[in-house]
Nanobody, 124 residues
């Protein structure tokens, strides 16, 4: 069973950048498809991005394409989310997640493991 710990959240002004990290332990990191979800205040948790086990294939939700990049370093057991040109609507708690099955999905119920989240606040 893998444990996930997010870091890198904070408060920034619109147009700014943040890089989130997710450190994995207790499992074979390279055997998991990894993803990021976020939960805005008062809303449901929503899909942001996913990356395959080897790191060469990614999928991002339309609202963040061109601004966010998901990547991973399997030698460091770490997942990243580079966020540029942040907007107030990006304000949310961001969660790292892992799944065993290789299929990409936006359905949060199909992910097996979750971190505790890190808060991102973007002011206008």
């Amino acid at each position: 069973q893998v444990q996930l710990v997010e870091s890198g959240g904070g408060s920034v002004q619109a147009g700014g950048s943040l890089r989130l990290s997710c450190a994995a332990s207790g499992g074979t990191f390279g055997s998991y498809v990894m993803g990021w979800f976020r939960q805005p205040p008062g809303k449901e948790r929503e899909f942001v991005a996913v990356i395959n086990k080897g790191g060469w294939s990614t999928y991002l939700v339309a609202s963040v394409k061109g601004r966010f990049t998901i990547s991973r370093d399997n030698s460091k057991n770490t997942l990243y989310l580079e966020m540029n040109n942040l907007k107030p609507e990006d304000t949310a708690k961001y969660y790292c997640t892992a799944k065993v099955h290789p299929a990409f999905t936006e359905n949060r119920d199909e992910y097996d493991y979750w971190g505790q989240g890190t808060q991102v606040t973007v002011s206008s």
